[in-house]
């Protein structure tokens, strides 16, 4: 049970970081902000926190006449942090290490999954997992790291959109929108290389106006990008050479992979586009050309395109692409914490996981989805599954 005070905190702190997500740089906003949470962190005794806070505070251009109470909360906090620590008692947030392992030794090329499992191929459950040893419940057959994950609108302010640790005391903003925050400058780099620098502009108005399948649709075409060196004329030679029916992440050497290789198997993921009747279609049309027009008004690409119509040509067709992807292949992420998974900070993220993709459903299902704290996701047995048999999971 959160102390109603502790509760009260922790939503001001959601606060100040969205007040702080929509200053401007070095503003005088933004350092009263970082102030305030100095000051939240201290009387949650989170006294490292509060001394970051109090640097960031500084940094930006925290007003002179309120110094004297910044240095005294430093002081304060730096005696407290030297008392916990020579009692030993310093509040530490160890990082969980996450020990849990397949229950069977893995492929030789694909760690993630039990050597056990295979892809098959029917006409009426397209791709599908089945084993090749009876399954007992309560085995690890698969452990996989997400293709790309999206925070949560309602965690926005909580947790890193590059990583998604759990920062709400120390995220830092990104400069360019006032949706993404990070846990670190390290991630903020990062985010920008893989694909922020593409939705940087866009990202808000599509948390606006589409679900967040199309946001994370946005992402996987931004990673698409950046993946072949920000060149679309590259992306599309490669495209245009790919024989999508060869792509198989259960027999692809992921040791030796590529990122082409693995953007390969999210490529692949199934769209359900000729299942579409002509109005569905007629939907997903409208938002691609929502995407397409505010892409190329607020980004990078707009210039390229202009010059390159088959570049443009080429985004409008995967961006349709990934909606469809992105809305039959997303997974949510859920934090096993005992706010319990329907609490809306339970669901921290969405994410994209190509091998676990290829899980059909069923409403009686003999597997289920575990998140992990570092978004990788497990898939265990929960009822017995015969050697040959098909491995199912609720997409519910
Ligand atoms: C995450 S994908 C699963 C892999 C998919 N079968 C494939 O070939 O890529 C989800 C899609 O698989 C199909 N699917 C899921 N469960 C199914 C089932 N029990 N029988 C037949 N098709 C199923 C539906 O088209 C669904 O949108």
């Keep these: 049970m959160v102390h109603p005070k502790e509760k009260r905190y922790i939503e001001a702190m959601k606060l100040y970081n969205e007040c702080i997500a929509f200053s401007a740089k070095g503003s005088e906003e933004r350092s009263l902000a970082y102030g305030n949470r100095s000051f939240i962190c201290l009387k949650m005794e989170r006294f490292e926190d509060c001394l970051q806070n109090i640097r960031l505070a500084r940094e930006s251009n925290y007003p002179k006449h309120l110094n004297e109470k910044l240095n005294q909360r430093e002081k304060e906090a730096k005696q407290a942090l030297s008392k916990a620590r020579n009692q030993n008692v310093t509040k530490v947030n160890p990082e969980v290490v996450e020990t849990l392992q397949l229950s069977y030794p ?3 090329n694909a760690p993630q999954l039990a050597n056990c499992l295979a892809l098959g191929r029917s006409d009426q459950y397209g791709r599908h997992v089945v084993t090749n040893r009876k399954l007992k419940v309560g085995d690890v057959v698969m452990i996989e790291k997400p293709f790309v994950t999206v925070t949560m609108d309602t965690c926005q302010y909580v947790r890193c959109d590059f990583c998604q640790a759990e920062r709400l005391f120390t995220l830092i903003p990104c400069e360019g929108c006032t949706v993404a925050m990070y846990c670190s400058e390290e991630c903020i780099s990062k985010a920008y290389g893989k694909y922020h620098r593409y939705e940087c502009g866009v990202l808000r108005d599509m948390w606006t106006v589409l679900d967040r399948s199309g946001v994370i649709a946005l992402r996987m075409i931004a990673i698409a990008i950046a993946t072949f060196d920000n060149d679309l004329e590259k992306l599309k030679d490669h495209l245009d050479a790919l024989d999508e029916s060869k792509v198989d992440g259960f027999t692809m050497d992921w040791k030796k992979a590529t990122p082409q290789d693995v953007f390969n198997t999210a490529h692949v993921l199934c769209t359900n586009q ?46 349709l692409r990934y909606l469809q992807i992105a809305e039959c292949n997303h997974k949510l992420l859920i934090c096993n914490s005992d706010n319990g998974p329907k609490s809306d900070n339970a669901r921290f993220a969405i994410g994209c996981y190509p091998l676990i993709n290829m899980l059909n459903h069923s409403c009686a299902p003999n597997v289920s989805r575990l998140t992990l704290p570092d978004g990788r996701c497990a898939i265990f047995v929960i009822h017995p599954v015969a050697k040959g048999g098909q491995l199912f999971e609720s997409y519910k």
């Design 106 to 108: 893995a492929h030789e």
């Design 274 to 319: 000729e299942r579409r009747n002509i109005k569905e279609l007629a939907l997903r049309t409208f938002f691609t050309v929502v995407m397409h027009n505010d892409l190329l008004e607020c980004t990078e690409l707009g210039p390229v395109c202009e010059a390159n119509p088959t570049a443009s040509k080429l985004l409008l067709d995967l961006i």
